[in-house]
């Protein structure tokens, strides 16, 4: 058997392993990355990027769509066809492109990229089944990346009509019918996405309400918008599995039971970390529940062995395996990196979308909230969408902004102000004093901080 | 509006200095009547000045750890108030001595110098206290943090100035420029750099009374075991009957042997007042008891231990070293012995060479019990065994006297019923 040694030994190649390995071979460690698909893991894949891709060319359909009727802005056309397999062979030269990047980056920045499937000796040794046959590669140290998969339902269980997020992103032709089971952020892009494109769409929910991470207030313009685009909600309901002849999903609903008519079911119930399959529980490491525990550097009980990413637990974002990558690469370098982030933004790509950063309304005690809508901010009535609003939660005490949210079209992109101001500790004062440009949604952050101290301008 | 001072009233017999212990109040501040304004210290005891006016502040007479003359100034304060005359010694001796220094009367101002031109000692504001609440993580923008890590500072320990308490990169400047006191990210680095702790208040005059004895006495030191398993015996059986008494430690039954001892040891029982070439012998024992609290040592003093009972003992000695260790012992109560036991308890050592309470003559150290193995004549039996070590002062104790004083305690502990006999 071939044999190598590193320094740093990566097991997975998406958001987190390879950030990581880009970074360790900055710092000039002797570093390899494992990775048994194509590199860019779940994010690049099968997740954010693909979904965007397909979340953009729904939007663009429902756009023209919308001017085949009678419309405010005196556009006329005739409605849109959508070529889907198109679509998609679009979606997957941006993967392309973008995994074929990383690969690029990686190697730019001299750490070797290892295709194939690693399993874990021990701690300090890796076995690779690659094409060209097994390879031995021993490492100072081990870096557990493998990610997460969707979690399956015993009673639906993925294939034939039942299908996960990944295949939803595949799609070759847009299915008239599409159940979703799950209202978390995926089920809902996705299922959103479908809808615009001209799927008819029912989402199922266990819980009272949709998103349920989040309060009410914040997911109520997803709601509504939801409903004006015909997709039927069903909350406080349990799927219980296709019907006989599997051409619908069964489902308890407050409605009593119903079987829903589904040419696809997608199951979007959460995601379950990668933890089998590769020798990691012959480590007999700290388990988090199903997760790998880890500390403030991402090490794990064993030493010389860290994991990052959605293997260590949530929230599952790409960017926090980013920001643990990094850490990672650098603590092995021997800088003295550790993971101290005051808060990890999360953006949900609904329509309106969500992002989120801090503590939400009532989470700390004393906090107060102030809420400042975009049907009050110039930009959003000329974009057509004055959904949604800002909302800052602030200590009355010290004027110390504890958490930034907004619902409304295209506000993810305010996710990094809102970090900043939290990573920076600023207060409504900071926020307040700072010009932002006009016009902007961003205007509306402004707006309200000056509104929690009492200054609102517009409104 | 009149200015009138408090004078540091007289503290304690035969006082004639204190030492300020502590301010209660600033330059500037707003005071009331009976509010106290400063502790100070004397001998052994800390007592609270109570400010004799409603008023402001303006000037107050030195920092912590200075001296002050009983009589002078402690504090000005501005006022509507009339001057009273002021209680205690302060009040008598001016009656006995023409005023040493003049005091600003309500009609004359004090001199100009007095009040603005001497600087307020604003306390130095501590840095090292951290302003947020214990678990929240420190508020710093992403390069403070980076910048503090790569320091080896520990943001919590940092004191912000910025809004909502944030730490700006000129507080961690001021750490940096201050002596490093942790070693940087790993590894054993050699720490640099020196703290200077002023020895103040308690702390300075236990170094004071530790020097003059230690300085003028020639300790001898005697050393002794006891077998101490009957005592111990005996101990347990009182403790298993005692219903409502308090419980009985060791100790009370050392302060009953040391009472019993001194009978046919008067010199045992004695102040040597070095300067006038005096002996005194006291008929009265009073017991030092050596007591650790967080300020440091102090020696409270069990008053007449020849007429107590070992249960009155020891409720007096819990009551007394609750009283030292809460800092409430009142003069009286921690001056007067005639003799000291000192005891750490389960840290007792095996031998100990204690420092005599000057002018006392005799110090008896207690120390740690222990199950031994002895040897009865034909085998090993285990027994209790605590040690005792005695100093004396070698000038007017000598070394003969101060064995056969120890053989005499050693006895009334291996016999406890000879301490309770009457002879």
Redesign the interface.
């Known amino acids: 058997m071939k044999t190598e040694t590193c320094n740093l030994l990566i097991i997975g190649a998406g958001p987190g392993g390879y950030v990581c390995g880009i970074r360790a071979g900055q710092l000039g460690i002797d570093t390899v990355v494992v990775e048994r698909e194509n590199p860019g893991g779940t994010c690049l894949n099968v997740g954010c990027i693909p979904s965007k891709a397909l979340i953009h060319a729904a939007d663009e359909f429902a756009r023209v769509a919308h001017f085949t009727g009678d419309n405010d802005l005196g556009i006329a056309t005739a409605a849109p066809t959508v070529d889907m397999a198109k679509t998609v062979a679009w979606k997957d030269g941006i993967v392309k492109r973008l995994t074929g990047g990383v690969a690029g980056l990686l190697k730019k920045a001299g750490a070797r990229y290892v295709s194939g499937t690693a399993r874990i000796v021990d701690g300090k040794t890796v076995e690779v089944a690659t094409a060209d046959g097994p390879l031995r590669i021993h490492c100072e140290n081990l870096v557990i990346a493998t990610g997460s998969r969707p979690l399956e339902l015993p009673f639906l269980p993925f294939g034939g009509p039942v299908i996960s997020s990944t295949e939803a992103l595949d799609l070759q032709t847009v299915p008239q019918k599409l159940a979703v089971v799950g209202g978390g952020y995926i089920g809902l892009e996705i299922g959103t996405a479908l809808a615009k494109l001209g799927a008819t769409v029912t989402v199922v929910e266990a819980a009272e309400r949709i998103l349920p991470q989040y309060d009410a207030e914040l997911t109520k313009p997803v709601l509504n918008r939801l409903r004006a685009l015909g997709i039927t909600v069903h909350l406080s309901s349990k799927a219980r599995g296709l019907s006989e002849d599997g051409s619908a999903l069964r489902a308890e609903t407050q409605d009593g039971t119903l079987e829903i008519p589904s040419d696809k079911v997608l199951v979007t119930v959460g995601r379950s970390p990668v933890t089998d399959g590769f020798g990691l529980a012959d480590l007999g490491l700290t388990m988090q529940g199903p997760f790998v525990a880890i500390d403030d550097h991402c090490a794990t009980s064993m030493r010389g062995v860290h994991a990052i990413g959605d293997v260590t637990g949530g929230p599952m974002l790409a960017h926090r395996a980013m920001a643990q990558g990094a850490i990672v690469a650098e603590h092995v370098a ?5 993971w ?1 982030k ?1 808060a990890v933004p999360a953006v949900c790509f609904t329509d309106p979308e969500i992002v989120t950063v801090g503590v939400l309304p009532g989470e700390v005690e004393g906090s107060k909230t102030a809420v400042f809508p975009f049907a009050a901010n110039g930009r959003a009535m000329t974009m057509e969408r004055d959904d949604g609003f800002v909302r800052i939660v602030h ?1 009355p005490e ?3 902004v504890l958490g930034l949210h907004a619902v409304g079209a295209g506000v993810s992109e305010l996710s990094g102000e809102f970090a900043l101001a939290i ?3 600023a ?1 409504l ?2 926020i307040a004093a700072t010009i932002h440009a006009h016009p902007t949604l961003s205007e509306t952050v402004q707006e309200t901080a000056l509104k929690s101290l009492g200054q609102a301008l517009h409104i | 509006m009149n200015i009138l001072s408090v004078k540091l009233p007289d503290v304690g017999e035969g006082v004639t200095e204190a030492e300020l212990a502590e301010w209660h109040v600033k330059v500037g501040d707003i005071v009331k009547e009976d509010d106290v304004i400063a502790a100070v210290m004397t001998d052994k005891a800390t007592v609270e000045i109570p400010s004799l006016y409603d008023g402001k502040i303006t000037w107050i007479a030195g920092e912590i750890g200075d001296i002050l003359a009983v009589g002078s100034d402690l504090v000005r304060i501005e006022t509507d108030a009339e001057a009273v005359a002021e209680p205690g010694a302060a009040s008598d001796q001016d009656e006995e001595t023409p005023e040493p220094e003049p005091t600003p009367t309500p009609d004359a101002p004090p001199p100009p110098a007095a009040s603005p031109a001497r600087p307020a000692p604003t306390p130095t504001p501590t840095r090292s206290a951290p302003p947020r609440a214990e678990g929240t ?1 420190p ?4 390069s403070v ?1 980076a910048r503090a ?2 320091g ?1 500072i520990d943001l919590r320990q940092v004191h912000g100035s ?5 730490i700006t990169q000129q507080d961690l400047d001021e750490v940096f420029a201050r002596p490093p006191q942790s070693a940087a ?2 590894g054993r680095v050699a720490r640099t750099g020196t703290e200077e702790i002023r020895v103040i208040g308690m702390r300075r005059k236990i170094a004071e009374r530790m020097a003059l004895a230690n300085a003028r006495i020639p300790h001898i030191t005697v050393v002794e075991e006891v077998d101490v398993t009957s005592l111990e015996e005996l101990r347990a059986s009182m403790n298993a009957g005692r219903g409502d008494k308090p419980k009985l430690t060791v100790l009370p039954f050392i302060a009953a042997a040391l009472s019993k001892a001194v009978v046919d040891h008067p010199e045992m029982n004695a102040h040597y007042m070095d300067d006038d070439g005096v002996v005194v012998r006291h008929a009265g024992v009073n017991i030092g008891m050596a007591t650790m609290t967080d300020a440091g040592l102090v020696v409270p003093v069990l008053r007449h231990v020849e007429s107590l009972g070992v249960f009155q003992t020891a409720a007096e000695i819990s009551r007394l070293s609750e009283a030292a260790r809460a800092g409430k012992a009142t003069r009286d109560e921690l001056t007067g012995s005639t003799i000291t036991i000192t005891s750490l308890g389960p840290l007792g050592a095996l031998a100990t060479t204690p420092i005599i309470n000057h002018p006392e003559v005799a110090i008896l150290g207690v120390n740690k019990m222990a199950t031994r193995p002895m040897w009865d004549g034909s085998q090993f039996v285990p027994r209790k065994m605590m040690n005792i070590s005695a100093s004396f002062d070698h000038r007017v104790i000598d070394g003969w006297d101060a064995a056969v004083f120890v053989q005499r305690i050693k006895t009334l502990l291996e016999t406890p019923a000879l301490i309770f006999m009457e002879e």
């Open positions: 021997g800088h003295p990196s550790v101290d005051r200590d010290t004027e110390l990573e920076m500790g207060t004062t900071d | 993580p508020l710093a923008s992403p943090r890590r790569k080896g910025g809004p909502a308490g944030r990210h790993g």
